[in-house]
């Protein structure tokens, strides 16, 4: 989204682009529910709409990091944000959360279905059990935001926004689990869209490519492969948090009222380049592809 100064393309992960071309009360009055909003990518698309006026309410498992993080946007933002802690695998416990976000704020404008899990492993030594638990957690987790709050959305002629990636647009090493549940989101968006789009509802994806400023690049890249995936991002730098949050607003605000359907990539350009994945970036060659060790990401 385009700022009121045009900036220098700089390799620094420090470049927010401004939303200034939004008024700040752009969202008064609205509710955004988001799933995985108390850390990373989410937290900024929470606090970014919640900057133009909306209300919010979060959802994640770890209760301690929910109210920290709640507690910071309310006070950043002097906008009201509660939380709820559950599992996004679990519809039960989302609808749980609903009636209270209910509860609280009467209804629900926006949705964010942000919760995700990710590691490295080659198929060859991935389990049923790790292949299962991202697809759970990643696309299971994203109907069940979905299913829990359609009934406020309907009512409110809401938005919804799915979290994906770019990975699956190319063959990636150590990501076929994540990759199929993404794959999964970009066409379950799809089919809300187009289901429910006569009621007034819109649903979007944005799916970012390398953010500098996430925990999910620095745990799941190395220093060498992070200069060959800087090499491959036509404008020559990592996206920011803020980037994606910028994309948000975009698609919950009136600019995007026709928009719905549509898969957003965030990437810098990045999938027009990387069209092939050589071994060598993921510190993976032929010989020694069978000894990768899995590394965890926080689920």
């Known amino acids: ?26 969202f008064r009055g609205k509710v955004l529910f ?12 929470v606090e970014a709409v919640m ?11 770890r209760e301690n990091v929910l109210h ?4 910071d946007l309310t006070k950043q933002t002097l906008q009201r944000c509660s939380y709820a802690s559950g599992d996004v695998r679990s519809l039960a416990s989302l609808e ?4 209270k976000c209910i509860s609280e704020y009467g209804r629900i404008d926006f949705v964010i279905a942000g919760a995700a899990g990710n590691f490295l492993c080659p198929i060859d030594q991935l389990s049923t059990n790790a292949f299962k638990s991202v697809i759970e957690i990643d696309l299971l987790g994203t109907y069940n935001t979905i299913k829990a709050t359609l009934p406020y959305i309907k009512k409110a002629q809401g938005s919804f926004i799915s979290v994906s990636a770019t990975l699956h647009y190319f063959g990636t090493p ?23 789009g006569p009621h007034g509802i819109r649903s979007n994806v944005i799916a970012p490519g390398p953010i500098g400023d996430t925990e999910g ?37 009136p600019a995007a009222s026709f928009i719905t359907g549509t898969v957003l990539i965030v990437d810098g350009g990045e999938h027009h380049l990387r069209s092939t994945n050589s071994y060598g970036s993921y510190g ?12 965890n990401s926080k689920l």
């Not at 988001?34 to 698309?45: L, N, P, V």
């Not at 990592?238 to 910028?246: E, K, M, P, Q, V």
Request: glycine content about 8%; some cysteine; hydrophobic content about 35%.
């Open 284 to 295: 993976l060659t032929k010989e020694d592809g069978n000894t990768t060790k899995k590394s």
């Open 96 to 99: 749980k959360a609903v009636e």
């Open 174 to 196: 150590l990501q076929a689990h994540v990759s199929s549940a993404k794959a999964g989101v970009d066409a379950l968006s799809q089919a809300v869209a187009v289901e429910f």
């Open 34 to 45: 988001c799933t995985g909003g108390g850390t990373g990518i989410c937290q900024k698309m």
């Open 217 to 253: 690049l620095s745990r799941l890249s190395t220093s060498e492969s992070r200069k060959a995936i800087l090499q491959s991002i036509p404008l020559q730098r990592f996206g920011t948090r803020g980037d994606i949050a910028n994309t948000a607003v975009f698609l919950f605000s």
């Open 1 to 26: 989204m385009p700022s009121n100064e045009s900036p220098t393309p700089t390799k620094s992960i420090a470049y927010v682009p401004s939303t200034s071309v939004f008024k700040d009360d752009i």
């Open 68 to 71: 920290a993080t709640a507690s």
């Open 51 to 61: 900057r133009h006026g909306a209300s919010a309410f979060i959802f994640g498992r």
